[in-house]
């Protein structure tokens, strides 16, 4: 077959181990020395007033991601939809609106749809596709490719990485295009960029002490997965996968809603998985996170070095993750998120590249 498992049990975990390969795919595509190689006569950022991002599953929650770095980057207001409700919302589409798809399989029926409730409307149609003969890359002014290669397992996970990566490179574009971010700032989000296929690599080393957590967490009925800022859509898409390959209740929330309504769910029964790298944001989530544990919830700790020399105390687990710029995390941390579904999946036995009920592409309404 074209595409092999390459002596990996499953698809799933030939693609995790993938990312450092292919996100430096990426990364060797779009950078020309120190310039981001998106062509500005498609896509010309400073005319631009206003982003509309629309996707499903995954993609969706890279969008969530993307949003955080169009807006603290290049200080652009950005809307992000699931395309199955913006698609009837008739949603008012202004001139100076770009519209951006992302999808991985480029045939998702809803986000096409979308699109296509764009075209007439948007300045530009834009968008971010594994698969560039596809449909929605056809029907794009702009069509960005993520050269993350064929994705076989039904959860996505390099697209997810690779998506990520290049909406990273676009919000940069952006903040050059609309003077947000000086060079020098540009070129060092560039290098620490650049530092993502190693740092990735490293992080799979936590393999071992994923697979210990995971045969726990597969006696869990629900999991909560919690985290702020950045690491909020990262919290959905680590409870989206987990959900999907292991199915165990698992739901996200932002740590700050905690109090809103989740906590009354925790007790030692309760894993919770937050992540946290020790950014700006990090002593707020701890403090959530004391939260969890005075009510005995069992938490999981994902965190750098330095995050779990301070609070590391009192966790069930604590994940030690590569230090990494704070801008960056998501993708990173997305890598123990992957892995801490499938090693729950592997423990649960359940199908991990075919779950049931569930379809790599989704073709139909
Ligand atoms: C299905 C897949 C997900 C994927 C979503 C969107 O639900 O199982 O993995 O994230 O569709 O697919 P797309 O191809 O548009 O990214």
């Not at 595409?3 to 450092?20: L, R, T, W």
């Not at 499938?342 to 075919?354: E, F, L, N």
């Amino acid at each position: 077959a074209a595409v092999d498992k390459a002596g990996h049990k499953h698809f799933m975990s030939k693609e995790i181990a993938e990312q450092p390969t292919v996100i430096g795919n990426a990364l060797a595509y779009y950078l020309d020395g120190g310039n981001i190689d998106i062509p500005s006569d498609a896509l010309d950022f400073e005319q631009v007033d206003r982003l509309t991002m629309v996707a499903c599953g995954t993609a969706f929650y890279a969008c969530l991601t993307a949003k955080y770095w169009f807006e603290q980057l290049a200080r652009l207001p950005v809307e992000v939809d699931v395309a199955s409700e913006f698609r009837y919302r008739e949603p008012p589409i202004s001139k100076g609106t770009v519209a951006l798809f992302v999808s991985q399989s480029g045939e998702t029926a809803d986000t096409l749809a979308a699109l296509r409730y764009c075209a007439e409307k948007a300045d530009r149609i834009v968008s971010v596709v594994n698969v560039p003969e596809s449909s929605i890359a056809r029907e794009s002014d702009l069509a960005l490719p993520i050269l993350a290669g064929a994705e076989i397992g039904v959860a996505s996970t390099k697209a997810f990485t690779c998506q990520l990566t290049v909406l990273f490179l676009l919000a940069l574009k952006a903040a050059k295009a609309r003077g947000t971010l000086t060079d020098d700032q540009i070129a060092k989000h560039l290098a620490d960029l650049q530092t993502m296929p190693g740092l990735i690599q490293q992080a799979m080393d936590l393999a071992g002490p994923i697979r210990s957590a995971a045969r726990q967490l597969a006696e869990a009925r629900d999991i909560l997965f919690l985290g702020r800022g950045l690491m909020y859509p990262l919290a959905h898409e680590g409870a989206l996968k987990l959900k999907e390959i292991s199915y165990i209740h698992a739901e996200a929330y932002a740590s700050g809603e905690l109090k809103h309504g989740p906590i009354a769910l925790i007790d030692k029964h309760v894993p919770v998985v937050v992540m946290a790298p020790r950014d700006a944001l990090f002593e707020k989530t701890v403090s959530n996170m004391h939260e969890v544990m005075a009510r005995n919830g069992k938490v999981l700790l994902v965190t750098d070095r330095q995050g779990a020399d301070e609070a590391g105390d009192g966790a069930w687990k604590v994940l030690r993750m590569p230090p990494v710029s704070p801008t960056l995390a998501p993708i990173l941390y997305a890598v123990p998120a992957q892995l801490l579904a499938y090693h729950t999946a592997i423990a649960k036995g359940t199908d991990v590249d075919q779950p049931r009920n569930l379809a790599k592409s989704v073709t139909v309404e």
